[in-house]
C-alpha cells in the first residue's frame, strides 16, 4: 500500500479525485463538489477503472445530496442530478452498481450515504487483496511455482480502483511471492492508460515491466514470450461474456491460440447477472478527436471519421479463469452460469 495514491476519498466538502489525466508526469488532485464537475470527471477520465467508477458514482450522490442542499433543489432535481452521475459513463456496471447501491439512503442523510459510500471503498480494497492472493494462487498452481512473464491490458491497478487493484493486484502479489520476471504493458492505445498509468504503478512498486504497442501484443504471446495474460473487466454477463477495455479481445484470442491462460480479474461488483450474455452490454463510444488526433494535433486528415469504441467483449471461451474475491471460476471450463449466490458470498 506504501507505493499507492488513494484514487478516490471524501475531503470533508467534497470528493477528492487523483487527476489520472495528468500522470504519469504530474501528481495532482481536484475536488469536486457540484455533479456538473463530477460528470465531467468522470468523462474525462479523471477518476477512471470499473471499481473506482463505483466508489465515486457511491460518493457522488453525497456529492448531488449537499449541492440541492446548497441551491435549493427539490426532490425531482437531486433524483435527475444523481442520475446522471450515474449515467456519466455506460460500459462499467459499477457506476450504476456503486449509485444505486447508496441511494435508497438519501432520505436518512448525507451522512448515512458517507457512510456507505465509505464501506464500498473499504469492500472494495480488501477485495482487491482477495482477488491479488487467490490469482497468484490460480496461476502458480496452473503454471507451476516459478517465475513468471505477465502480459496486462489497459490499467486495472490501484488507480483504477479503491487501492491495489484486480488484474495488478494480482501481478502485485506474484511479485510479493518473486515470481514476477516481467510484466508487459500494453500501452493501451488511445489514452495510453497502460504506458501513463500501469507502467507508473509498476515502476513505482519496482516490478520489472516493458511497454509495448497494443499490436504487440498477440506476437508478444504467439512467440512465447508471456506466459499468462491478467487483465480487467468492466462488466461481465452471466455466461461469462467479459467487456474490458478495447484491445483486450486480441489477447483474449492471442492466448486461445497461443495455448496460455487468460485470467480475468474482477469483483462480484463488476458482473452483471442482468445480462445472459455479452451482447447486451452498451459499449461506450468516445469523441473521435482521442482518435483523430495527439494533443490537439491532427494525427489523420481533416474530415476523415473516426470509429472510437473503448471497449470490446471477450466471448466466455476465451476465459480461462475469472477470479473474484470468492476465488477463481474456470469460466472456459463451463463453469458458468455466474449465479446470485456466488455474488451473494462475495458481498
Ligand atoms: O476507460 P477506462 O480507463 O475507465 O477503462 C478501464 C478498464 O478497461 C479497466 O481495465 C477495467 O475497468 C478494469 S479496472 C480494475
Redesign the pocket.
Known amino acids: 500500500m506504501e507505493h499507492e495514491v488513494p484514487t478516490v476519498e471524501w475531503a470533508g466538502d467534497g470528493l477528492r479525485l487523483l487527476d489520472?489525466t495528468v500522470l504519469p508526469g504530474r501528481v495532482e488532485h481536484v475536488v469536486v463538489r457540484d455533479v456538473a464537475a463530477l460528470v465531467d470527471a468522470i468523462r474525462r477520465?479523471v477518476v477512471?477503472?470499473?471499481?473506482?467508477?463505483g466508489v465515486a458514482g457511491a460518493f457522488g450522490v453525497a456529492v448531488a445530496m449537499r449541492q440541492a442542499a446548497r441551491e435549493g433543489w427539490d426532490r425531482a432535481a437531486l433524483d435527475e442530478a444523481i442520475t446522471r452521475v450515474r449515467e456519466a459513463?455506460p460500459?462499467?456496471v459499477?457506476l450504476a452498481a456503486g449509485v444505486d447501491r447508496v441511494r435508497p439512503l438519501v432520505d436518512e442523510g448525507a451522512g448515512a450515504v458517507l457512510a456507505a459510500a465509505q464501506a464500498l471503498l473499504d469492500e472494495d480494497v480488501r477485495g482487491?487483496r482477495a482477488i491479488g492472493a487467490a490469482g497468484a494462487d490460480w496461476i502458480l498452481g496452473r503454471l507451476g511455482d516459478r517465475p513468471l512473464r505477465v502480459l496486462t491490458?489497459?490499467?486495472?491497478?490501484a488507480l483504477?480502483?479503491a487501492g491495489w487493484?484486480?488484474?495488478?493486484g494480482v501481478v502485485r502479489a506474484l511479485h510479493g511471492r518473486g515470481r514476477v520476471e516481467m510484466v508487459y504493458v500494453d500501452e493501451?492505445r488511445p489514452?495510453l492508460?497502460g504506458s501513463r498509468?500501469t507502467a507508473w504503478e509498476l515502476a513505482r512498486a519496482g516490478i520489472p515491466c516493458a511497454v509495448q504497442a497494443d499490436g504487440a501484443a498477440p506476437s508478444t504471446i504467439l512467440r512465447g514470450l508471456a506466459d499468462v495474460a491478467v487483465?480487467?473487466?468492466?462488466r461481465i454477463a452471466a455466461n461469462g461474456d467479459t467487456?474490458?477495455?478495447?484491445g483486450?479481445l486480441g489477447v483474449a484470442l492471442a492466448c486461445a491460440d497461443a495455448g496460455i491462460p487468460l485470467v480475468v480479474?474482477?469483483?462480484w461488483s463488476?458482473v452483471d447477472l442482468a445480462l445472459p450474455d455479452g451482447r447486451g452490454v452498451p459499449i461506450?463510444e468516445?469523441p473521435a478527436a482521442e482518435i483523430l488526433a495527439w494533443n490537439g494535433v491532427p494525427t489523420a486528415p481533416e474530415g476523415v471519421a473516426a470509429h472510437n469504441p473503448?471497449?470490446d467483449v471477450t466471448p466466455a471461451r476465451l476465459v480461462t479463469a475469472l477470479v473474484t474475491e470468492t476465488g477463481p471460476l474456470e469460466v472456459s471450463a463451463g463453469e458458468t452460469p455466474l449465479t446470485a449466490e456466488g455474488a451473494a458470498k462475495g458481498a
Not at 48 to 53: D, K, T
Not at 165 to 168: D, E, F, P, Q, S
Open positions: 489520472q477520465l477512471r477503472g470499473a471499481p473506482a467508477l459513463r460500459t462499467a459499477n482487491n491490458h489497459c490499467n486495472a491497478g483504477a480502483t487493484g484486480t488484474a495488478l493501451t489514452l492508460q498509468l487483465i480487467g473487466a468492466d467487456a474490458n477495455k478495447i483486450s480479474a474482477a469483483p463488476t461506450e468516445r473503448a471497449f
